[in-house]
């Protein structure tokens, strides 16, 4: 790994590598370094990253992000974490370990989904429209009950300044769940994205919320396997539907380490 490059970020739990590649696209100077328990290539074709990002300095690990992150990871400019909650074993320490690896001014930034449902109809959810909320909070619940939680934590500022964070912040967007007419191109952005990441159609969206839930509601909840298929089958069709006054809440916190 090439210590000497200008600018050093780190993607914790890449995933399939979708902000790396654009991270390196945007900076092809960069080096960016990916960790997750399961590495790119297996995901992604190497040549796939290759044709994305042609000058890319790409590095990735398979690395467990619930222990000590190692040394030889170097140092960095700009750690990124992303759709993490209800995976992380413990935040404060997470966030520390962040800290260690980074530069002085480097910054890090944690984007969440809050996956509870809001509506802009002032009366709030209608009953048609419960089951989505239901199957937030039945997840809400279950992994709570592991030490996991799913929900995102309200005292996230302080636990990045606890862990030596300066200039905390923390900026909310709406994310539509329908976004039809391109009203508005930054929301038609964020519902397209929502969609893209769970996928467009109601069984793949249905597929999504069961494989993210059943283990949880059988072995957690005591439900059995047939109600939490319709459960999901509900969810999915409240989320896909046309016009809908939904919306999640996407959650961007970000710290700077001191110079010192
Ligand atoms: C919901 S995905 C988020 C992927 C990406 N950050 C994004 O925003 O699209 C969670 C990622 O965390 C990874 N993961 C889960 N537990 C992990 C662990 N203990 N150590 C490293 N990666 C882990 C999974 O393999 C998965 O790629």
């Not at 809001?118 to 959810?125: F, K, V």
């Not at 809440?249 to 110079?259: E, F, S, T």
Request: glycine share 4%; hydrophobic share 40%; aromatic share 12%.
């Amino acid at each position: 790994m090439d210590n000497q490059m200008e600018m050093r970020m780190l993607d914790v739990g890449c995933g399939t590598g979708e902000w790396a590649v654009r991270a390196a696209q945007e900076y092809p100077e960069a080096a960016v370094v990916g960790i997750d328990l399961i590495t790119m290539d297996v995901l992604r074709k190497p040549c796939d990253l290759a044709a994305a990002a042609p000058n890319a300095h790409f590095f990735n690990y398979s690395i467990d992000y619930n222990q000590d992150w190692p040394r030889a990871l170097g140092d960095f400019d700009f750690v990124h974490l992303s759709l993490l909650a209800g995976k992380i074993d413990d935040w404060p320490t997470t966030y520390k370990r962040a800290s260690r690896c980074m530069r002085p001014n480097g910054i890090v930034e944690h984007v969440e989904i809050s996956w509870e449902p809001h509506s802009t109809d002032s009366a709030g959810l209608q009953a048609d429209e419960l089951p989505l909320m239901q199957w937030y909070r039945d997840m809400e619940s279950a992994t709570a009950n592991i030490g996991k939680p799913f929900a995102l934590r309200r005292d996230t500022c302080q636990q990045l300044q606890a862990a030596g964070f300066e200039d905390v912040d923390e900026a909310t967007f709406q994310i539509p769940f329908w976004e039809y007419r391109p009203r508005d191109p930054h929301r038609h952005k964020l519902s397209n994205w929502i969609h893209t990441i769970l996928s467009e159609n109601s069984g793949a969206w249905e597929r999504s919320f069961f494989a993210r839930c059943v283990l949880l509601f059988t072995h957690v909840l005591g439900y059995d396997e047939q109600q939490v298929r319709q459960m999901c089958q509900d969810a999915a069709r409240i989320v896909c539907r046309e016009d809908s006054p939904l919306y999640y809440n996407l959650h961007v916190w970000r710290g700077r380490k001191p110079q010192r």
